[in-house]
């Protein structure tokens, strides 16, 4: 592998900054999360609760085989003239208000770490919730990355760390995740056994996340899988037409949106392996939420079989066997949701559930990239939010994200339409180079259920 490079940034305003590579000696001197912990602790540095939720994921990036770096961004971005205290005291001018959210830069180091981040394979985010989102400091990095457009093509992971057990570290992390989408990075989750949106630890004074096994590691999750996208990226070629699969969730019954997405797919994917899966036209019946998915049973009788069906839904009207296998065999999987003022036939929810199996049976999605679509009449209210649904949903199916698509009709008529091309060299990129990597072992494990029976299944994923 070439050496990779994996940056952690950390954005709390009470990051150990001048400690900082301290904290970067511990992680490349242990080799496990317990060992790290000792360090820290040993140490007897107070380090900021990102600080330590950063270094875990940079520890699974060095132990995959990158090369790491932590930086603490606090100085970076300063408070103008808080000299904390005192100045707050004589804050009575109304024209000072506006200085609230004035972080001055400090052009030097902001232009050494725009270089980092340029250079770096891939990026991870740590950042404290406040108020259930990112920290100001974390929002100024991804404002200044927009700016500059360093994230483009990056790996990018996000891990953040909150007082309450559910005090708002999945919506954190969500929002950096859907910002840095816009800005073309290409996004990741945790990774099995959870697979949920990154890093989310549990801690409230300085220093007490290394007390939250659990939280840290999800942070390890991320460093894993943000290091094997950035290897992936980095040995994947330009692979001529990959297969394509759209996954239209719902229409009229005229099927009015699956014919703009056909002109859409002519305008921009002509000459492309691509098919569209209307699930208007399917008869999908919804998980029944059963406890022994994927079913041991299916999983015992298949296993010498090419295709795996795991589900304990044998009916013959259900589709879904069909629609899992053009799944798992897609290169790229785009999700297309429709934001209009007509009355659709709506099937997104209840097929998404109905994927439980897949997900069970050792994240048979992983690592493909998906990308959510909607298509979106202009001032129509009624799902505005798809593709952050989308991103919710298929990063549990540990699957990479890439940047949303979006098509604005007026009275029927395209009047905007992102392009479908830009995303082309990264499907061509990522569909190579995981036929390239080293399979991953997953197995699936509950959690949250003590059933036994979703333990069982064993495979190797790309
Ligand atoms: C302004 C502010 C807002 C906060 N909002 C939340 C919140 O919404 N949810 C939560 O769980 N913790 C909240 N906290 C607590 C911090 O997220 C928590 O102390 C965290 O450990 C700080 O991380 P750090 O040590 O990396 O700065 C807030 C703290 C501050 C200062």
Redesign the pocket.
Known sequence: MKNLKVLGV?G????NHKNIKKLERFILDSSTQTELNQRIKDSKIIF??????VSHSLLASKNYGSNIEIVSITDIFKHKKLGIYYDLMNYNSIDDIDEIDSLTLDESMFQELLKKVDKADGIIL????????R?SIANKFLQLTYKYKVLKGKGFGVVS?????????ETANIYSLQEALAQEAIVVGNGPKTAQYGGT?????????IDDSFGLETCYGVGRQVAQLSEILNIGEYKSKPKITFVLTMDTEEKKYEKILQKYIKRNLDSYNSKIYNLIDETIYRCIACNVCPSPKMVEKLKSEDFPYHCVIQTKKDNMKHVQEALVNSDSIIFVGVNSHDDLIYRYQAFMERTRFIRHDDFELSNIPSVGMLISELGATNNQIFNVKVLTSFIRHNTFFLKPVEIILKDGEVIYEDSFRNLIPFIEKITSGREKIDPMEISYKATGYSNKTFDETKKLRK
């Open positions: 950390v709390s305003i009470r990051s900021s609760n990102s600080d330590i939720a740590g950042t404290p919730v406040y108020f259930g989102d920290s760390t909150g007082a309450k057990r559910n005090g708002g570290q630890v549990w801690a409230g004074d300085t220093g007490k996340a």
